[in-house]
């Protein structure tokens, strides 16, 4: 009789984790060529990271910087250096969100791009020129 149970828990799982959500396109993804410029700015900064600290895991009091030290100026060098390389990348002006998914991902490696387009997503009046604003119509009168 358990095993019964667990069969069947486990189906409705499988079923209930295999459907996908509706999505009607409200959503704005970010262009690939600008993921591959953050991922590539993120392995090009994490090897300035080691590479301050002569390729070793554990930080040594490396020569020139602090542990923190070396975090900061290798974020920053990412976060200067990634949109200028996304800007040639994709052959045209970023839009805020791009540019801020990109320092999104060199301050939190992993995740920090997705939450930055996450947070676009919830909140769309944050882009500039998503809506543009309608300005009343007034008749003018003609001069006679």
């Known amino acids: 009789m358990k095993r ?11 079923f209930a984790l295999s459907t996908q959500t509706a999505d009607a396109g409200g959503r704005r993804h970010v262009d690939k ?13 994490t090897a300035a990271y080691f590479a301050l600290n002569d390729w070793k895991w554990k930080w ?3 020569r020139h910087f602090t542990q923190l030290g070396a975090y900061t100026v290798t974020t920053m060098g990412c976060a200067a250096i990634s ?20 320092v999104g991902s ?10 930055v387009n996450e947070a676009y997503n919830n909140n769309p009046h944050w882009e500039a020129g998503a809506a543009p ?4 119509h007034r008749k003018t009168m003609a001069k006679k």
């Open 60 to 62: 040594q009091n490396g």
């Open 83 to 102: 949109p200028m390389v996304a800007t040639v990348v994709v052959n045209r002006p970023l839009t805020m969100r791009e540019g801020h998914v990109l």
């Open 33 to 45: 060529r600008i993921k591959a410029v953050a991922i590539g700015a993120g392995i090009a900064s």
């Open 106 to 115: 060199c301050v939190v490696p992993i995740v920090g791009g997705w939450l």
């Open 133 to 136: 604003v309608r300005k009343a």
């Open 4 to 14: 019964s149970f667990a069969l069947a828990a486990a189906v409705v799982a499988a």
